[in-house]
């Protein structure tokens, strides 16, 4: 492919050099740069690309898209100069790949919570529907049936419509895919063609890399600012900040609630651990997936496929059967009727949501145990506030450690301590040892009692200082309550 079609589409301020010249990859790191590649000199929150040209144009780079020219001594090169590296590197992503996202319905779903439930229902709902479908999610993405493993919520532009390229020629009709705020902030989702938007929900999150709320709140709006006059812009209305994903989009607009009227309404009639029983737009349907999150996820979900032209009826019929995304409210029962709950819960909000699920559906007599950490090298706001809404919502809670990352595990297990009130105290254990925590609630725990393992969900993995071990919160729930098969 030639330098002058992928540059369709990027605002150039300058250029140095040919660009009726072949090209062979695109890199924006600098390590894989080899003969007549395009190297991105991207400024990231770690280093920055433009150090790195010389290095290089060694390994033989043959353009470079940079943001500041260097001192140019080798005119066979070409540079072009760009406002954003970024941006530049998502639209030439996108026309590498043949711009795939153009050729199929491609569907984003942004906030804090219900992200990866959402996607990973429409995805199975409609493979269900007969079509060729992917997705790109935080546990795994997908290509009809196969399997890629998944390393970011949302992956980097080159990964990403390399991905979307191998679901068109596949055959997908279809794609969801979670759009993270990161995503979006670092131009991830650039020169992408989406057929629509889904917001599910902003609660306190990712200060760490977005500093305050309101630029966490304006990372999710940009997605939608961005949607083209022919897709759809759903947004959930019982959320505060719903409407605001809706005021500059030029997208048509439409509601979902379970508290006001809106486009897609739900009632819930009943909620038990065997599922939820909706009226779902004047449908009686029961669902496998439980709690008042799932049911703004499960509807959620059905606007989406209402407003992709699906038939109603099949729709809730298809989705009464389906269960939810692996690690969200992932439970077991023992021989003696004690409940094991994974979930992904890892915000104050959404350990509140499951933590009030239970309250909801418990019959008063039982104890609720929680286990529950805050990972390192992330927003240190939340973890006294972790804490303090674990405590409030449960008889017992054990504070441990999550994925500490190059953090001491005991540091942050105390600034969690930090929010438990001197009342809450004397139900609250700190156990540095994850599986030594998991097993004492175990041990704690009397037959029809409650355990919840909250913050890592789906993942098989704890890291520390920088190593990833293996570790799986059910699987070590099913070794100690060893449930009937």
Known sequence: ??????????????LVGKTDREINALNFDSRKVVKDDVFFAVVGTVADGHQFIEQTIKQGAGVIICENLPEIDDYTVTYVKVEDTSVALGIMAGNYYGNPSADLKLVGITGTNGKTTIATILFKLFKDLGYKTGLLSTVE??????????????????ALNQLLRQMV?????YCFMEVSSHAVSQHRIEGLTFAGGVFSNITHDHLDFHKTFDAYLKAKKAFFDGLPKAAFALTNIDDKNGMVMLQN????????????????????????????????????VFFKLVG?????????VYGTAVLLEQDKLKVLTLLSRLSGAEGRFDYITSADKIIGIVDYAHTPDAVQNVLSTIANIRKGTEQVITVI??????????????????CDWSDKVILTSDNPRTEDPQTIISEMEEGVSPTNKRKTLSI??????????????KPGDIIL?????????????????????????????????
């Open 249 to 284: 989009t030029k997208a048509y607009k439409k509601t979902y609630a379970l508290k006001q009227l809106a486009d897609f309404k739900a009632k819930i009639i009943e909620n038990q651990f065997s599922g939820l029983h909706l009226d779902i737009d004047n449908e009686d």
């Open 141 to 158: 993405n997908y290509i009809n049936d196969t399997v890629v493993i998944a390393t970011h919520t949302t992956p980097n532009p080159i």
């Open 169 to 173: 020629d596949a055959g997908c009709d």
């Open 373 to 390: 950490g805050c990972g390192g090298d992330r927003d240190k706001t939340k973890r006294p506030i972790m804490a303090q809404v674990a």
């Open 1 to 14: 492919m030639q330098l002058q079609d992928l540059l369709y589409g990027v605002t150039i301020k300058e």
């Open 432 to 445: 540095l040892d994850r599986r030594e925590a998991i097993k004492t609630a175990c041990h704690l725990a």
């Open 292 to 300: 008042s999150f799932n049911a703004y996820n499960l509807l959620a």
């Open 453 to 485: 393992v909250a913050g890592k969900g789906h993942e098989k993995y704890q890291e520390i200082n920088g190593v990833r071990n293996h570790f799986d919160d059910k699987e070590i729930l099913l070794e100690q309550l060893k449930p009937i098969s």
